[in-house]
Each structure stands twice: as structure tokens, then as C-alpha cells.
């Protein structure tokens, strides 16, 4: 909550309690009515979201019933009204909303990046004449994509922030559509600060920087991961972050078309049937791995300086790695399998199901990290991510999350500090999971991306206590014993949880 808020709720919860510690009049009524002047001081300075309503609606009944209190009689004189009890009980339950709500779902935080560097900021339309598009309600025409940029940056002194999710109003609507809740449900997501500037200068600590991408999964957003480029930026890298067309809940391209997601891209699998979703999927998985095909030869572009921006000749093109969840970790499966560009990768619950079997077959012969939500390791997809790991060259990852589920990779767990308990994320402490994963990223690059002796994964197996892999027992490919202690694979395992074999495999 913001500061402001707290006073307001902390005045009008005090006005209540009041009455038990003193008997006179003056001192509530002047307590009354600067709660009812905080309201107006809280939307100027701190700006209004729905949340806050109940707390503002109090505010109002507190004002009104401080200025009676102030021009009526003595309350000994007073005649008694009808309905007292239940008004007492009704303003008691707009209370307790008014102090729940925006404390359950407050304008989320954004970790502070632990880089050195500060972050610039911008997007950029791109278009891939040599595709044609083939989805959405009227396909044909070539190809769009809007991508965003974050990188080390020089802001000035007078500089400020952007905001998380540029075109929220189209963006916010269409995810709460999908997720069935009011169109303004999303709308305090305007509130976040960030810590990143848009169109600042490029630091001038490196003639160049390497470069990760990131590929969001089915109904994701390229800012659905905001808090994990600012982190790497931070670190060093340029994040590109890409608008999937048509399987991002919302494109918004310049001059404010929008493009929402193509339910048809990927039907409903209760309604279709395995085999079509199937279908679908793979269609998916093609036209986002040329995605990234087509944005890494655009990062090339630019950095020939072939298109205007600050950028050219500032990416290292031979130090590119990419990251993704769900549908958008099985494009990045597929491109780091076929496209010699990539040189490390991580899937957070990779979908792999759709992957060509040929790659599933052959393995990934680049660094890349497996890492599973506790919700997915039963999942389908879990036999072929299996295979595909088991294939692999040396430097592969398994690991799983205990108490995460698969929404808890993108920025569910920024939503609320009780959304374990509201079943909208894992049981585990979402501060905790997002400091994991930022960390995770940031050792994993900089180990392969960077050439830091970051030691990955072995100095973050005692930090990662929640970071596990399956149990040996639950492996059916080899005998415990062959997966503890002989995979050419490094991999850190459970016997059975809590106590962890810290020993690494090679």
C-alpha cells in the first residue's frame, strides 16, 4: 500500500476506536474531518483505483456523520433512530472491505534491480514482409510484430520512469476479458512504479552488450516478464521482449490499432480434441519460432545500423541467448535447436508437446536450462521435456520449483503477497519465487552468455532451497543411483525432500 492510503485507512480505523479511550466529542470530531480531507490529498498525490473505494466511501460516511456530530445536539439528547444497530454493522463491513482490499491486491512493487546499471527503454514496429500473416479475423498482408527494448542506460538527471505496460487500457481489458473480471480490474497496474527510462542514452561502459530475448507463452504480453528485463538489463544485457501477434492477449501497433489474441490460434482442447489442439499447437510453435528468427536478423539490422536506432552497433550478435514460458519456451526450444545464433537458453515450463520430433530426438546441444513449475511435473508435456533433456549435450538443467504452478513464471506473483491464499499463484512466497527466478536468469547468462564465473548451478543450490529437481525415484529413465551420480548432464537432485544431494554431476 502507499502512504498516503495507509494514513487515510489508518484515520477512519482510528475513528472507530476512538470512542473506547475517551469520551470527548472534540477529539473525534476533529479526527472525523481530516479523514474526510485526506481523501482528496490521496487521489492528487497518489492517484485512484478502485481498490480504494470502500475506503473512500467510509471516508464520505465518516465526513457526513462528523459534520451531524458537530452541528447537533449532545448525544444524550439525541433521539434514537431507527436501524442504529444494523447502520453500525453495515458501516463495520465497509470497514473491513475498506482495510482488506487494497492491502489483498495493492499497486504492485517492482523489485529493484540488483544491477549496477541504470535501464533505458523503447519499442519498436517491425514487419516481416516475407511472411504472410495467418491469423487473426482478416489474415493475409505481411507479418507485424512490436518488440521492446531494455538495456544499460545513462539516464539525465531529470529523467522518469515509463510506465510497466505501454496501451494498458487495451491490454488491461483484454486480460480481464480472458480472465472474467471487470474491464478496470487491471487498471492500477498504471500506478507501478518502474525503474526503467524510456529512449535514455546507452551506457557507454561497453562498446557492445549481449543480447537476451524473451517469448512469451499463450495470452502473454511482452511485458508479462517486466521485472525479469529490468533485472538483466540491469546486469548488462539488451532484453528484447516480443509481442507474439495474435497469441499476445493484445498488440497495440502505432497509431493505436490493436490486434487481440486469436482465440483460434490455439482452440480450447475440451472442445477440439487432443489431436487438433495438437494441430494447432505445432502451427503455433512454427510461426513463434520465425518470430524469433526474424527478430534476431532485424537485431542484426540494427546493429549494421540499417535501421535508426540507438542501438546500432551496440549488440553483440555472437553472445545472443533467449528465455521463454510455455508455448513461447517451446519456440525458444525449437529456435535454439535449429538456429546456431543461440547460444544459451532457459524454458520455464517449457511446452514442448508441439516441438518437432526431430529435435525432441536429437537434444539441444547448447547450454539451456529446464526449469518446471511443481504444477507441470505431472503435466503431458513432462515425457517429452524428459526425452529432449536426456538427448541433450552437456550443460543441460532440470529443476523444478516446489509449490509454484505454471501462471507463476510471468507476473502473477507481483499481484498480491497473499496469492497462495486467493489461488491465484503457488503456495510458495512470491517475493522469494521472483527473487529465485531473477537470480536464476542472472547466473545462468552470466555464466554462458557473459563468461562470469558465476559457478551456476553450484553456488545457487544452498541459496535455492525451493529450486529442486525431480526425486531419483521419480525418474523412470535411469536407476537412481545412474541419475544422482553418473548423467553427463549436470543436475542437482532430491533423494526425498527435505534433505537435497548437494553434490553436482558433470
Given at each position: 500500500m502507499r502512504y498516503l492510503e495507509i494514513l487515510l485507512?489508518?484515520?477512519?480505523?482510528?475513528?472507530?476506536?476512538?470512542?473506547?479511550?475517551?469520551?470527548?466529542?472534540?477529539?473525534?470530531?476533529?479526527?472525523?474531518?481530516?479523514?474526510?480531507?485526506?481523501?482528496?490529498?490521496?487521489?492528487?498525490?497518489?492517484?485512484?483505483?478502485?481498490?480504494?473505494?470502500?475506503?473512500?466511501?467510509?471516508?464520505?460516511?465518516?465526513?457526513?456523520?462528523?459534520?451531524?456530530?458537530?452541528?447537533?445536539?449532545?448525544?444524550?439528547?439525541?433521539?434514537?433512530?431507527?436501524?442504529?444497530?444494523?447502520?453500525?454493522?453495515?458501516?463495520?463491513?465497509?470497514?473491513?472491505?475498506?482495510?482488506?482490499?487494497?492491502?489483498?491486491?495493492?499497486?504492485?512493487?517492482?523489485?529493484?534491480?540488483?544491477?549496477?546499471?541504470?535501464?533505458?527503454?523503447?519499442?519498436?514496429?517491425?514487419?516481416?514482409?516475407?511472411?504472410?500473416?495467418?491469423?487473426?479475423?482478416?489474415p493475409g498482408g505481411p507479418r507485424e510484430l512490436m518488440v521492446q527494448f531494455f538495456y544499460p542506460a545513462e539516464p539525465g538527471q531529470d529523467a522518469e520512469t515509463?510506465?510497466?505496460?505501454?496501451?494498458?487500457?487495451?491490454?488491461?481489458?483484454?486480460?480481464?476479458?480472458?480472465?472474467?473480471?471487470?474491464?478496470?480490474?487491471?487498471?492500477?497496474?498504471?500506478?507501478?512504479?518502474?525503474?526503467?527510462?524510456?529512449?535514455?542514452?546507452?551506457?557507454?561502459?561497453?562498446?557492445?552488450?549481449?543480447?537476451?530475448?524473451?517469448?512469451?507463452?499463450?495470452?502473454?504480453?511482452?511485458?508479462?516478464?517486466?521485472?525479469?528485463?529490468?533485472?538483466?538489463?540491469?546486469?548488462?544485457?539488451?532484453?528484447?521482449?516480443?509481442?507474439?501477434?495474435?497469441?499476445?492477449?493484445?498488440?497495440?501497433?502505432?497509431?493505436?490499432?490493436?490486434?487481440?489474441?486469436?482465440?483460434?490460434?490455439?482452440?480450447?482442447?475440451?472442445?477440439?480434441?487432443?489431436?487438433?489442439?495438437?494441430?494447432a499447437g505445432r502451427r503455433l510453435n512454427d510461426v513463434m519460432t520465425a518470430d524469433l528468427e526474424f527478430v534476431v536478423d532485424e537485431l542484426a539490422e540494427i546493429n549494421r545500423g540499417r535501421r535508426s536506432t540507438t542501438l546500432a552497433q551496440r549488440l553483440d550478435m555472437d553472445r545472443v541467448g533467449l528465455f521463454g514460458h510455455s508455448a513461447g519456451g517451446g519456440a525458444v526450444v525449437s529456435f535454439c535447436a535449429t538456429d546456431r545464433r543461440c547460444k544459451a537458453g532457459v524454458g520455464f515450463d517449457p511446452w514442448v508437446e508441439p516441438v518437432d520430433p526431430e529435435i525432441i530426438a536429437r537434444g539441444l546441444q547448447v547450454p539451456f536450462g529446464f526449469v518446471r513449475s511443481e504444477q507441470w511435473t505431472t503435466h503431458d508435456n513432462e515425457p517429452e521435456l524428459r526425452e529432449l533433456f536426456d538427448n541433450g549435450g552437456p550443460d543441460q538443467y532440470w529443476h523444478a520449483i516446489s509449490g509454484t504452478e505454471h501462471r507463476d513464471f510471468v507476473f502473477v506473483p507481483l499481484l498480491s503477497p497473499v496469492g497462495g491464499l486467493l489461488g491465484i499463484q503457488g503456495s510458495i512466497d512470491s517475493g522469494r519465487l521472483v527473487d529465485l527466478l531473477d537470480n536464476h536468469l542472472a547466473g545462468f547468462f552470466g555464466q554462458y552468455l557473459m563468461g562470469q564465473d558465476t559457478g551456476f548451478p553450484d553456488s545457487t543450490v544452498l541459496e535455492f532451497e525451493e529450486l529442486i529437481a525431480s526425486p531419483a525415484n521419480d525418474y523412470p529413465h535411469h536407476p537412481a543411483r545412474a541419475v544422482c551420480a553418473g548423467l553427463p548432464n549436470r543436475i542437482s537432485c532430491w533423494d526425498s525432500p527435505p534433505r537435497m544431494l548437494r553434490t553436482p554431476l558433470r
Amino acid at each position: 500500500m502507499r502512504y498516503l492510503e495507509i494514513l487515510l485507512l489508518a484515520l477512519s480505523a482510528l475513528w472507530f476506536i476512538l470512542p473506547g479511550f475517551t469520551s470527548i466529542r472534540g477529539w473525534r470530531q476533529g479526527l472525523g474531518f481530516l479523514v474526510a480531507v485526506s481523501v482528496p490529498w490521496q487521489l492528487a498525490l497518489e492517484g485512484y483505483r478502485w481498490q480504494m473505494v470502500p475506503g473512500y466511501v467510509l471516508a464520505v460516511l465518516i465526513g457526513i456523520y462528523t459534520w451531524w456530530d458537530f452541528i447537533g445536539p449532545p448525544a444524550e439528547l439525541r433521539p434514537e433512530i431507527p436501524g442504529r444497530r444494523i447502520g453500525r454493522a453495515l458501516a463495520g463491513l465497509v470497514g473491513v472491505v475498506a482495510l482488506a482490499l487494497p492491502i489483498v491486491l495493492p499497486v504492485p512493487r517492482l523489485p529493484t534491480p540488483s544491477g549496477s546499471f541504470a535501464v533505458g527503454t523503447f519499442s519498436l514496429h517491425l514487419v516481416d514482409d516475407a511472411r504472410e500473416e495467418t491469423y487473426g479475423p482478416n489474415p493475409g498482408g505481411p507479418r507485424e510484430l512490436m518488440v521492446q527494448f531494455f538495456y544499460p542506460a545513462e539516464p539525465g538527471q531529470d529523467a522518469e520512469t515509463g510506465p510497466w505496460i505501454e496501451d494498458l487500457d487495451a491490454v488491461g481489458a483484454q486480460l480481464a476479458k480472458y480472465v472474467e473480471v471487470p474491464s478496470f480490474a487491471f487498471d492500477h497496474l498504471g500506478l507501478t512504479e518502474t525503474h526503467t527510462y524510456p529512449d535514455a542514452p546507452v551506457s557507454e561502459a561497453s562498446a557492445s552488450y549481449p543480447v537476451v530475448i524473451y517469448s512469451h507463452g499463450w495470452r502473454g504480453f511482452r511485458t508479462v516478464n517486466f521485472n525479469q528485463a529490468e533485472a538483466l538489463a540491469s546486469e548488462g544485457y539488451v532484453v528484447v521482449t516480443i509481442d507474439h501477434t495474435y497469441a499476445s492477449t493484445m498488440t497495440v501497433f502505432p497509431g493505436g490499432r490493436e490486434a487481440p489474441v486469436d482465440p483460434n490460434a490455439l482452440p480450447d482442447e475440451d472442445v477440439v480434441g487432443p489431436a487438433r489442439f495438437l494441430e494447432a499447437g505445432r502451427r503455433l510453435n512454427d510461426v513463434m519460432t520465425a518470430d524469433l528468427e526474424f527478430v534476431v536478423d532485424e537485431l542484426a539490422e540494427i546493429n549494421r545500423g540499417r535501421r535508426s536506432t540507438t542501438l546500432a552497433q551496440r549488440l553483440d550478435m555472437d553472445r545472443v541467448g533467449l528465455f521463454g514460458h510455455s508455448a513461447g519456451g517451446g519456440a525458444v526450444v525449437s529456435f535454439c535447436a535449429t538456429d546456431r545464433r543461440c547460444k544459451a537458453g532457459v524454458g520455464f515450463d517449457p511446452w514442448v508437446e508441439p516441438v518437432d520430433p526431430e529435435i525432441i530426438a536429437r537434444g539441444l546441444q547448447v547450454p539451456f536450462g529446464f526449469v518446471r513449475s511443481e504444477q507441470w511435473t505431472t503435466h503431458d508435456n513432462e515425457p517429452e521435456l524428459r526425452e529432449l533433456f536426456d538427448n541433450g549435450g552437456p550443460d543441460q538443467y532440470w529443476h523444478a520449483i516446489s509449490g509454484t504452478e505454471h501462471r507463476d513464471f510471468v507476473f502473477v506473483p507481483l499481484l498480491s503477497p497473499v496469492g497462495g491464499l486467493l489461488g491465484i499463484q503457488g503456495s510458495i512466497d512470491s517475493g522469494r519465487l521472483v527473487d529465485l527466478l531473477d537470480n536464476h536468469l542472472a547466473g545462468f547468462f552470466g555464466q554462458y552468455l557473459m563468461g562470469q564465473d558465476t559457478g551456476f548451478p553450484d553456488s545457487t543450490v544452498l541459496e535455492f532451497e525451493e529450486l529442486i529437481a525431480s526425486p531419483a525415484n521419480d525418474y523412470p529413465h535411469h536407476p537412481a543411483r545412474a541419475v544422482c551420480a553418473g548423467l553427463p548432464n549436470r543436475i542437482s537432485c532430491w533423494d526425498s525432500p527435505p534433505r537435497m544431494l548437494r553434490t553436482p554431476l558433470r
